[in-house]
């Protein structure tokens, strides 16, 4: 499968199943196009009258591009088959019991009341609670349990807001520590906060004891104040912004990243990811709202055009801040050409409910932080371990192959059938496709590799 585009000045020719990606000039672009439909004849026919007015370009160059090409494909480097089907859920089996990753709740509450969250508001359609010690020790315990040979173990601090139980957090990392090299294991935290209880504290562990800190900040104040607000309504923009700039500074070039929301009332994102920039912040993510239709919040058509042409836009910034000295990273740009992801992380996704689990304040454990509260999808909990084995098959079953809609996807190697908590939602089943995603996805894939192809040009 071919995918070719045309983007700030590069003519790029995608090989899906090898993973080749070729910056071209117009002929090879052109020749490619036309390579299985049509022979070499033909193809040398239609181009040669194409060409025939442009200077340099001879029939003779036409047919030595038409053999380069022949010569890429005998390669395996253009036009590869697919042979990854049929080892799709071979491969999952190979981890299969092997937990890699948790997502503690150590708060499901939270001191803001933003009503685009997923969340309800950090309750999760549930009740008000926070994590023990306890069940957090008991949560770690049973990663370690469950991670077979795997060194290293990742936990994420997550809510509601977190911060409301710091002191549970602080002593869960400490436990964890206490813990590591007897197992031979090595624990990477993250913590996700909104910012309103920041203080020195936090900085200090977060900067001691955090892989990762995700900070919640939506862009300009007028976009972050309209939906994050505290439950009086106020907005909480002017409290935490000083706090962030405060921690990232403190960081020291560790990993962080500010993470936004952008809805129906920013499409036009790039200015709020512009006031990112101008606040300090250099290591960025804006993602598109996912809510029920007929919300408020939801993209319209106009809204999603807007978008696209805002992801170009940003591609070109990104460049253009490189050459003077100034790079900043978007998340979904970043992107390994020739050391990325293995073909079984490609194939198979995030690896919800098999090798990432979620953790309630009850220790109740669900495939992700997404299916919290639905009570369909609750796999058992951390004394007992998985029980609810036909809703883990589901998840194990889960991989772009078993998504007939992706199988024509030349993008379906790169978002590995997407979501399946976004496809539940969207469809009813974890093995749906969440349709309104795909198209921004295959954009900011677009974008990404246009930007890896500018920067290899520029080495």
């Known amino acids: 499968m071919i995918h070719q585009y045309q983007l700030n000045g590069y003519n790029i020719v995608i090989d899906v199943c090898s993973g080749s990606v070729h910056a071209v000039d117009e002929v090879a672009y052109d020749v490619i196009a036309d390579f299985e439909q049509k022979t070499k004849d033909e193809i040398l026919a239609s181009l040669g009258e194409k060409y025939a007015a442009v200077d340099g370009i001879t029939p003779a160059e036409i047919a030595e591009c038409y053999d380069q090409v022949q010569q890429l494909k005998e390669e395996g480097l253009l036009f590869a088959p697919d042979t990854f089907a049929p080892m799709a859920g071979e491969l999952k089996q190979k981890t299969a019991g092997v937990v890699k990753a948790l997502c503690l709740h150590v708060a499901h509450t939270c001191n803001l009341n933003c009503s685009y969250c997923f969340a309800s508001q950090g309750k999760y359609h549930g009740d008000r ?161 996912v809510c029920a239709p007929n919300d408020p919040a939801e993209l319209t058509a106009e809204d ?39 073909i079984y992380k490609r194939i198979s996704g995030c690896g919800s409910g098999t090798e990432y689990m979620a953790v309630t304040p009850w220790g109740d454990l669900y495939p992700c932080h997404q299916f919290v509260g639905d009570e369909k999808y609750r796999l058992g909990d951390v004394w007992t371990g998985v029980t609810n084995k036909a809703a883990q098959r589901e998840f194990g079953e889960c991989n772009v192959y078993a998504r007939p809609e992706c199988a024509d996807c030349w993008a379906k190697l790169y978002c590995s059938g997407g979501c399946a908590a976004n496809a539940y939602h969207a469809t009813g089943s974890v093995k749906g496709v969440y349709q309104a995603g795909c198209d921004p996805f295959r954009k900011r894939m677009e974008c990404a590799i246009m930007l890896a192809v500018a920067r290899s040009d520029e080495e």
């Open 129 to 289: 609670a926070v994590m023990s010690f306890e069940v957090g020790k008991r949560a770690l315990d049973f990663l370690i349990e469950n991670s077979g040979t795997r060194h290293n173990l990742e936990v994420d601090f997550f809510g509601g807001e977190p911060l409301m139980n710091f002191d549970v957090v602080k002593k869960l990392v400490a436990y964890a520590r206490s813990i590591e090299a007897e197992h031979g294991k090595n624990f990477r935290f993250t913590l996700t906060t909104n910012g309103v209880l920041i203080d020195q504290d936090v900085i200090d562990f977060c900067n001691a004891e955090m892989s990762n800190v995700v900070l919640s900040l939506d862009g300009r104040k007028e976009v972050h104040d309209r939906y994050r607000v505290d439950y009086a309504g106020n907005g909480s923009w002017e409290r935490i912004v000083p706090k962030f700039q405060q921690l990232v500074e403190a960081r020291g070039g560790k990993n962080y990243y500010m993470r936004g929301t952008f809805t129906h009332q920013n499409p036009d994102f790039l200015a709020d990811i512009q006031q990112m920039l101008d606040l300090g912040f250099t290591e960025l993510s804006m993602e598109p709202v």
């Open 304 to 342: 999603r055009r807007i978008v696209m042409e805002q992801y170009e836009k940003l591609a070109s910034l990104m460049l253009k801040r490189e050459k003077e000295g100034k790079p900043f990273t978007f998340y979904h740009y970043m992107i390994d050409l020739t050391d990325g992801p293995c």
